[in-house]
């Protein structure tokens, strides 16, 4: 242990820790910026600088360990001038522009200049010029890059995609599209991990609510829109009307969207029963007859995974369940079965999404992703964060809304839907149904268990009567996928069913979802959708009513012509890349 003082106070740490650990755990506040712990620890703002007594220079506290016998002082006259002297710097920069910004409010370049007094610039204001491109879901204004290098060491360290560097020399430097190339012309999963990690507007997820406000606005269209499994524990976090149990009751949340004007209202919860019905189907079919097919088989509910093994691991495509993600098989069930249920003109029928995830943008505009009538079967993707804005814009309060009900016949769902918000949630559903449709008989539902968790990357097998043995993994983060795929790739690691989800820990942190400065939600959040699996009167995909109803009416059974055509999709008839910038050519 190491004895010094912060402030006056003497204060005790383990030997390597930083000045800046050593205050926040104190409780002694100091103002940074770049910082990620374990990620980003390059001081490259110089916001975090303090002063040690008989040392001429300030120093960083979050790279410089804590020493015997150190005075520290974090708010002296010195320290303090320096701090707005390179905050102004930053600010000289930056597009200021905050009341048209989309973080406006929750900016930590804006927070910090409010806390810092910062009410007047001396400096010339010259930001970088932008250059946007709305083609796809991932949105760059280089006028308001600060050069904090989070997003580079996030896509590197944590997604291992190396999308962003540095680019320029001296004044000129910044941070852009790794080898001068277009986001659209890269390997880019759009998982929005590096905008979750901005603390500014530099990268945000492309805003597409003035589309859905239009077709609200028109009488002649049927607006429906469907609300996720993530996005029922992410969403009151924003407005402060989460209960006791730190989650907003997802009545108030159908009810608000009744408010904006939506004509139906429905879970994507029922879709992802159904996902599993079909991919569950898909699964015992490979596996009774395996020498058909390629080993392992991965689930397709993620689109940043499906467009990380087309890029990356191009030979294991075939590998994918064909069956669409939850999403996609709602936009079709909606523009097919429920249109013709309801006398609707699939035409005239408006999709949206409400998504964790920036990535089910570019799913939904997928040229194989219209199979119900020919036009889109989602025709828009909102992330939670737009959600949010859209409600604030509408003037709506949730938590003076009375709860209602999803609308039916697409709004029912089980526990093993909800989990689908979570890594492990997938692989845990799709078990329960696997064994029913083997044995006929019902698991524990809890029998699973293995495959749940926050570790990136879990291994079980586990024993169906009349199948065998099924070895499974479970992993998200596109790094650990990495690992996993050249595992599988060399042959040190076999399995027979793999799910893959792109951000870590699932779609609870994914990157569309409410942002909260140097705090990882996707664990909480995950806990949270477990807790409802726990309490849900239904447990098994197979068991959902609806569902029930949809085959027996409808589809008539999993993998059949109708289910195919409408719930299947081939991942091998869109390019990732163009073909000049694929890997290795």
């Known amino acids: 242990m190491e004895t010094f003082k912060i402030n006056g106070r003497e204060l005790s740490a383990a030997k390597g820790t930083t000045i800046l650990e050593a205050a926040e755990k104190a409780g002694i506040p100091i103002p940074h910026l770049c910082f990620l712990k374990e990620i980003n620890e390059i001081a490259a703002c110089r916001m975090c600088v303090v002063e040690i007594a008989g040392t ?150 492309r805003d597409d609510t003035n589309r859905v406000l239009r077709a609200l606005a028109d009488p002649s269209v049927t607006t429906v829109v469907q609300v996720a499994p993530a996005v029922r524990v992410a969403w009151g976090e924003v407005f402060g009307t989460i209960n006791k149990n730190k989650q907003a009751p997802v009545g108030k949340l159908v009810a608000a969207l009744r408010r904006l004007g939506f004509d139906y209202v429905f879970d994507t919860n029922f ?195 009349g199948a065998g043995t099924v070895r499974v993994a479970v992993v998200s983060g596109l790094a650990n996928t990495r690992r996993l795929m050249e595992a599988v790739d060399s042959g040190e690691a076999d399995y027979d069913f793999v799910e893959v989800m792109a951000c870590p820990g699932g779609c609870a942190g994914g990157g569309g979802q409410p942002i909260h400065e140097g705090v990882e939600m996707a664990s909480s959040r995950g806990s949270q959708l477990w807790k409802l699996d726990a309490k849900a009167p239904i447990r098994f995909s197979h068991e959902n009513p609806d569902v029930q109803a949809l085959y027996r009416t409808y589809l008539k059974k999993p993998l059949g012509e109708r289910s195919h055509h409408l719930l299947h999709t081939d991942h091998e008839a869109w390019q990732a890349l163009p073909k000049t910038d694929r890997p290795g050519v």
């Open 56 to 205: 001429q220079r300030l120093v960083p506290a979050c790279n410089t360990a804590v020493l015997e016998g150190m005075d520290i002082q974090t708010n002296s006259p010195r320290v303090r001038q320096a701090r707005k002297t390179n905050l102004r710097l930053i600010l000289s920069q930056h597009n200021s522009n905050c009341t048209t910004c989309i973080r406006s409010g929750f900016c930590e370049l804006q927070r910090l200049s409010h806390d810092l007094n910062i009410h007047y610039q001396p400096y010339e204001v010259q930001p970088e010029r932008s250059r946007v491109d709305l083609s796809v879901p991932i949105v760059r204004e280089a006028s308001k890059c600060i050069k904090c290098m989070r997003c580079v060491q996030i896509c590197d360290k944590v997604q291992g995609m190396n999308i962003w560097d540095v680019t320029g020399t001296g004044s000129r430097t910044t941070v852009d599209v790794s080898y001068n190339r277009y986001l659209k012309n890269t390997a880019c999963t759009f998982c929005g991990q590096c905008v979750t990690h901005c603390p500014t507007g530099a990268l945000t997820v």
């Open 271 to 465: 879709s992802a029963d159904l996902t599993i019905m079909e991919e569950g189907s898909e699964f015992i079919e490979r596996f009774t007859h395996r020498g058909k097919y390629r080993w392992p088989m991965f689930t397709s509910c993620c689109p940043g995974w499906v467009r990380f093994i087309k890029t990356q691991y191009s030979a294991y495509t075939e590998n994918l369940s064909t069956a669409k993600s939850p999403q996609q098989m709602f936009g079709a069930v909606a523009k097919s079965y429920f249109a013709e249920k309801m006398g609707i003109d699939p035409k005239k029928m408006f999709v949206v999404s409400v998504m964790p995830c920036s990535a089910k943008k570019a799913e939904s505009e997928l040229p194989t992703m219209r199979d119900a009538c020919g036009d889109p079967d989602v025709d828009v993707v909102l992330t939670t964060r737009e959600l949010v804005r859209l409600f604030r814009s509408d003037c709506i309060v949730p938590s003076d809304l009375e709860e209602e009900a999803f609308d039916s016949p697409l709004g029912t769902g089980t526990g093993a839907a909800v989990i689908f918000g979570t890594t492990g949630g997938v692989m845990d559903a799709a078990l329960r149904s696997a064994y029913y449709l083997v044995t006929g008989e019902n698991p524990d539902p809890d029998a699973f268990a293995e495959v749940r968790g926050s570790k990136p990357w879990k291994e079980a097998a586990f024993t169906i009567p």
